[in-house]
């Protein structure tokens, strides 16, 4: 009998499932906050004070935010197809969960002895996973605007669809250069290559200004908003949601956030490489538990940088039109992203030639 | 054609320049203005910690005053009922009867005095009318209420609190006013 149960690794479940509540946890309370730093950063680029009322500096907000939205009454229309409706939200926010399960959030731990990798899964095939659930994404919107029997809902969802697929082209071709570049697909073996040498970045910056691009309108930021769209779909897809399956999709936009935010980090700013820090040196120095606490902190530093900049962006510049989203997508990033990919094809066939 | 006004600017039609066309340079140069913003100063004031500070001639809502020993100096002449261009003002006279010396200042004093704050302009016109230094505006100002009834305000909502009895009261009630008071005598 125990030889079945000694078969599986206990140890490994237990390890895998406290890591995951972590990191759903994590990017829960990050993005409540980050309805918090928005409304904040809102503020001070307009010369405001922004929510200073709940708690110091207005901490408690999304506590208050929370509450208020459970309180609401929840409305599913008549006409709409309740399990769809239902759906709909859960998918959203299901997608926005998943991604994060490929990320190396650091280095290895060692707890009593057993070392713990922090990562999820460290799949070979990291960052096709990665689009593969982002894709998912797109039935939270899709599935929510077709349930809402609503011909806004609908045409909105109709513009998140067209405008997440499209741009998923050039995020992928962008990306191709860059696995040019790293030659593998695991999202370990790519932080491996950044660490303690030289990030990404410098090698793909056309790249990566590409997939910066293309990760805004993925996650239906600011220049590329259409699918939310009040002023001419007064509201867009969850225009007939209300209490927390509104919140959900308000929070699944955020998470998405803070993990095409992970994301960039990891591929093109070095994960969680400490800059200027000889890693293997340190690590031997003050040991592998502080080293993988330094490391996670670095990323969330290099994570926060980047939602920062989806709301400074935010803030910045109004929405595009939806032709001038098309013209963008398929007339400039393409062409920009397949040229990329050329010539660093031919520059990497060139190295391995001499 | 002729423009009509001299501030008038012709639009501008040139074709956009291709740094113009590629966006990011502009996208950048905006970015840089909200930038700068975020070290702005804040003109935001927080309403009910701070206040805006009121100017010297702010007429705010009226106040019965009371001489140095407490007594009411209104003697219900009806001068300010006159003067004043609302109709705000109401008022029923009654005689001073032995052994209240110490609360009427005069032998004729107001028993009922009304001002309907709905009505009221704050014009301080019943202030310069009164003969008697008994009404004056102070530095605050209409609170809100639920009744039309709540605006009409009687004595007890306009008189000055008693010198003698509470002089913290009196003295906040009397505000900036009695500097300014000092001031001009």
């Known amino acids: ?354 | 054609m002729q423009a009509l006004t001299s501030r008038a600017k012709p639009v501008e039609r040139k074709p956009m320049t291709f740094v113009e066309r590629l966006y990011l340079w502009n996208i950048f140069k905006g970015m840089m203005i909200t930038l700068k913003h975020v070290f702005m100063k804040k003109p935001t004031i927080n309403y009910p910690k701070e206040t805006r500070p009121f100017s010297p001639v702010f007429r705010g809502l009226h106040v019965l005053n009371r001489d140095e020993e407490g007594r009411e100096r209104c003697t219900a002449c009806g001068l300010c009922a006159v003067a004043c261009p609302a109709e705000a003002i109401t008022m029923e006279a009654a005689e001073r009867k032995n052994g209240e010396e110490h609360l009427y200042r005069e032998e004729k004093y107001a028993a009922r005095y009304e001002i309907n704050m709905l009505r009221c302009i704050f014009c301080g016109l019943c202030e310069e009318a009164c003969p008697k230094d008994a009404v004056y505006l102070s530095e605050t100002f209409a609170p809100a209420n639920y009744q039309r009834k709540g605006f009409i305000y009687g004595k007890p909502d306009l008189l000055i609190p008693h010198p003698k009895e509470n002089p913290e009261e009196y003295k906040q009630a009397l505000g900036n006013r009695a500097n300014k008071q000092q001031q001009a005598n």
């Open chain 1, 1 to 354: 009998m125990y030889s079945t149960l000694l078969a599986f690794d206990w140890l490994f479940l237990i390890e895998k499932l406290v890591l995951i509540v972590g990191i759903i946890s994590v990017s829960l309370g990050i993005a409540m906050y980050e309805t918090w730093a928005e409304r904040k950063v809102a503020a001070v680029m307009q010369d405001r004070r922004g929510p200073n009322r709940a708690g110091p500096f207005g901490l408690f907000q999304p506590l208050a935010d929370g509450l208020k939205l459970f309180m609401k009454e929840e409305i599913i229309p008549n006409t709409s197809n309740k399990w769809l409706f239902v759906l709909g939200p859960c998918l959203a926010m299901l997608a926005a969960m998943m991604t994060s399960a490929v990320i190396p959030w650091g280095g290895k731990i060692d707890f009593f002895g057993r070392e713990v990798n922090l990562q999820i899964t460290d799949i070979n095939i990291g960052i096709l996973y990665i689009f593969a659930v982002v894709s998912m994404g797109i039935y939270g919107i899709m599935i929510g605007g077709w349930a809402s029997n609503n011909k806004f809902s609908l045409m909105a969802a109709l513009r998140g669809a067209s405008q997440v697929i499209s741009y998923e082209l050039p995020m992928g071709l962008s990306l191709i250069a860059l696995l040019l570049v790293t030659g593998s697909l695991k999202m370990s073996a790519i932080v491996g290559g950044q660490i303690d040498g030289v990030w990404n970045v410098v090698y793909q910056p056309l790249g990566f200004l590409i997939f910066l691009i293309c990760a805004f309108a993925e996650c239906n930021r600011t220049p590329f908003d259409l699918p939310e769209a009040e002023n001419e779909l007064n509201f867009g897809y969850h225009q007939e949601y209300s209490s927390m399956k509104l919140g959900f999709y308000l929070f699944a936009e955020y998470i998405n956030m803070f993990i095409s935010s992970a994301v960039m980090a990891t591929l093109y700013f070095g994960g969680y490489d400490i800059p200027g820090v000889n890693d293997a040196q340190l690590t031997e120095k003050v040991g592998l538990n502080w080293m993988a606490f330094f490391q996670g902190a670095v990323l969330f530093g290099k994570i926060i940088a980047f939602i920062l900049l989806f709301m400074w962006v935010r803030w910045t510049i109004p929405r595009f039109r939806y032709d001038q989203l098309m013209h963008l997508g398929w007339k400039r990033l393409v062409p920009l992203a397949l040229l990329n990919m050329i010539i660093t094809a031919a520059v990497i066939l060139y190295q391995l030639k001499k």
